[in-house]
């Protein structure tokens, strides 16, 4: 089987190894410049992957930034781990997930989010507690800091203010006392497969839990098949997950006490903006699930109706970004996928990235239909007696045919009145247009009239009433089935019976709020930016502009500004992008990764082949994970500069050494490590500017023998001058057995 593994970092080295040794063709892209020489010499490293990944039976998404990526692939029929830019916001917008957490019952501390340390201070000054700061996004975790008390916490709040790297993005949450522990699980698209495993991390990297945060120092896990943490934490967030079509291995932190389980960690527009749906524009307040959705296929550019899934509506006080020129104006939350064009590509973009720039955004698109040449019309019968049998005429001349009717026309008993223009080159147009249709035409004062009886009856069949009544007349709904090509007539028919058409556009009046919302439908439909304008109220004229895009979007800037109220967001997949509107103008917008080191310490208890179980899970089969079910102590030997981030090449290439049978016996995982070949010896050496070396790992019935065999068995054989660990990984879990079972966690 060909796999190939597509990341930012070189987190997955390990897992690639034991997929190359079980027979795989193996390819790793890493995007990450620093970290492009972490497994040279060990596995096939690539310098590009998109090619491979059109020829790989298994595609494997480690990290949160590859959005929307795994779906298209799935889409494509691949079988693929992975997430979606839904699922990945879990991961990268705290905010956003403590509201999910909210929506599906789990519990969390209370939070608060900031962009400004100052509001910061003040609200901590105004409600002293104990908080913990947890930074935004992907910030390295140790700007996460744990105050001992409020004013701890203002010292530190003034402190980051001057340090802090970029923008300022962080929450605040109340501290929870109690025991943090981690519940993991892998997920098929539709449900957790068991076994779960319940992990107990250790973040800092000294001795009894002392020192900077690292990502992880180590970690004690056991498997449970039946796990009630799993129970109260992940299983609730199936529902979510699987709207995601999230794919792989998932996790929370928690904290447990006597109250209970708590979860720690794991893009909106304002509630003024709407999105198209098959029954016209809905906001927040009346869109339904199960409502379709206009969305726009980004692969042929060609719009489609999908179900809304579930529909997010949250409080929100913050900054909002601002997209605006003298044509459009939207905004959306920073953290939301902006859609744009870039070089003639659909790109995706963060809003908040997009800042003081000028974009091009996307605000029309086609739609694939019908395209039948000849329509029939129904015969006129009398009881039994068919009187005119069916006429077949050209799908475009009857389409046409209909917009001159829908803008200023009329019928009676048999006749048909269309108006004639004040432009006689107008009206010179239209009869040239009807010159095809098999009925008598006349030019009556100030009308064109056509004599027809099953002309008039189809009009009655199209629900059309007779007599001359020109207000509440809509287009059908079945006429939107066409395709793109035959609605341009439908839209020529419109504009040449009341509007106007010139190079720049088109422009329509009507006096019906409801077809001035159609003919938008249509405008955009042809690749023009549809706006409605009220041009007088008693009685009312509304005006349909349908201008280029490239107009509208011309010098359309972006800027932020505070915004306070609710946000809400639409999650219709598979292509999670929908059309929507903050006024009149619309534009087409979008609506986790696997826990390191814990990863490799699940490998530790591994009993089957890692190839099979990932195709099991990437196709959706109701399999067992299979783990042993014993207690795993991971050990992580570092080595500078972890577990900061130092742009150097200092401890680059020092050697280490251990037995490689410890590699295949599942004892030592390799992290930012290489290989290289002298004197036909295999020397390894460090790698990357991390410094995040390998993970050792013991197994046992108990906490203590797991300890015993990778203290006193695998680190000992590992020879790293520069290397350190910690050795009493296990040591906090033991302490608090007693207490975690009787809370029935183990």
Request: contains cysteine; aromatic residues 12%.
């Amino acid at each position: 089987m060909k796999i190939l593994i597509v990341g930012i970092f070189a987190e997955l080295i390990d897992l690639a190894i034991h997929l190359q040794d079980e027979g795989h063709d193996v390819y790793y892209y890493i995007d990450r410049k620093d970290d492009k020489g972490i497994g040279k010499g060990l596995i096939k490293l690539v310098k590009g992957w998109k090619q491979l990944a059109e020829e790989a039976d298994l595609i494997i998404f480690p990290d949160v930034y590859f959005g929307d990526l795994p779906l298209k692939y799935r889409e494509k029929g691949k079988l693929v781990i992975g997430g979606s830019a839904l699922s990945d916001r879990l991961e990268n917008d705290r905010e956003f997930a403590t509201k999910i957490y909210d929506r599906f019952g789990l519990k969390y501390p209370k939070t608060w989010r900031f962009t400004s340390f100052n509001e910061a201070i003040e609200f901590v000054k105004k409600n002293p507690n104990r908080y913990v700061l947890k930074p935004m996004g992907q910030k390295p975790r140790f700007y996460t800091y744990i105050a001992e008390d409020d004013e701890d916490m203002i010292v530190a709040l003034k402190h980051f203010k001057d340090v802090w790297p970029g923008k300022s993005d962080f929450i605040l949450q109340e501290y929870v006392e109690g025991v943090e522990i981690a519940c993991t699980g892998f997920f098929n698209g539709e449900k957790f497969l068991k076994p779960f495993i319940v992990n107990f991390e250790e973040k800092r990297i000294g001795e009894g839990n002392r020192g900077p945060s690292s990502g992880e120092a180590g970690t004690t896990v056991i498997p449970q098949m039946k796990c009630k943490l799993a129970q109260q934490t992940i299983q609730k967030l199936s529902p979510f997950l699987k709207l995601a079509d999230f794919r792989g291995e998932f996790d929370l932190n928690t904290i447990v006490n006597d109250d209970g389980v708590w979860i720690l960690e794991a893009t909106c527009f304002p509630e003024n903006t709407q999105i198209q749906t098959l029954d016209g524009w809905k906001g927040p307040n009346d869109l339904q699930i199960g409502d379709l959705a206009l969305t726009l296929n980004l692969k042929t550019n060609k719009i489609e109706y999908h179900p809304v899934e579930d529909i997010l509506v949250f409080k929100y006080d913050g900054p909002m970004c601002i997209f605006e020129n003298n044509y459009l104006e939207f905004a959306t939350t920073p953290d939301h996928d902006i859609l744009h064009i870039t070089d003639d590509h659909y790109t995706k973009t963060k809003a908040q990235d997009l800042l003081g720039k000028k974009i091009k955004p996307v605000l029309s698109a086609e739609k694939d239909g019908l395209n039948k040449d000849v329509f029939e019309l129904p015969p006129v019968t009398d009881g039994n007696e068919t009187l005119t049998p069916p006429l077949s005429l050209k799908t475009k001349d009857l389409l046409y045919f209909l917009g001159l009717y829908i803008a200023d026309g009329w019928h009676d008993a048999g006749r048909v009145y269309l108006r004639r223009q004040y432009r006689p080159e107008i009206t010179a147009k239209i009869l040239k247009r009807l010159e095809n249709f098999p009925f008598p035409i006349d030019k009556i004062e100030n009308w064109i009239v056509i004599r027809s009886i099953q002309l008039v009856n189809f009009l009655d069949q199209l629900g059309f009433e007779r007599g001359k009544i020109l207000t509440g007349r809509l287009i059908p709904p079945f006429l939107f089935q066409f395709s793109s090509e035959l609605l341009y007539n439908l839209v020529e028919g419109l504009s040449d019976g009341d509007g106007s058409s010139h190079c720049e556009g088109r422009r329509f009046y009507t006096a019906s709020r409801e077809l001035a919302e159609q003919v938008a439908m249509l405008y955009l439909y042809l690749g023009l930016s549809p706006l409605i304008s009220i041009k007088r109220h008693k009685p009312p004229l509304y005006t349909v502009y349908g201008a280029s895009p490239e107009a509208i979007s011309h010098n359309l800037k972006v800027k932020e500004d505070h915004y306070k109220g609710y946000v809400w967001c639409p999650v219709v997949p598979p292509h999670h992008t929908v059309l929507a509107r903050e006024g009149n103008r619309p534009f087409f917008n979008f609506q986790c990764r696997p826990g390191i080191p814990t990863i490799h310490i699940i490998d530790g208890l591994m009993q089957g082949e890692w190839g099979e179980t990932l195709v099991d899970i990437a196709s959706g089969r109701n399999t067992v994970i299979p783990l042993r079910e014993e207690w795993c102590v991971g050990v992580v030997m570092m080595s500078p500069p972890w577990p900061y981030e130092i742009k150097t090449d200092k401890y680059a290439d020092f050697p280490l050494s251990f037995p490689w049978e410890l590699v295949e016996k599942r004892l030592i995982h390799p992290g930012d490590i290489k290989a290289k070949v002298i004197d036909k010896r295999v020397l390894l050496t460090t790698a990357g500017s991390v410094g995040f070396t390998l993970v050792a790992t013991g197994r046992g019935r108990t906490i203590d023998d797991a300890q015993r065999m990778v203290y006193n068995r695998v680190l000992p054989k590992v020879k790293f001058s520069l290397g350190w660990y910690r050795t009493d990984i296990g040591d906090r879990v033991k302490k608090r057995l007693g207490y975690l079972k009787k809370l029935e966690i183990l």
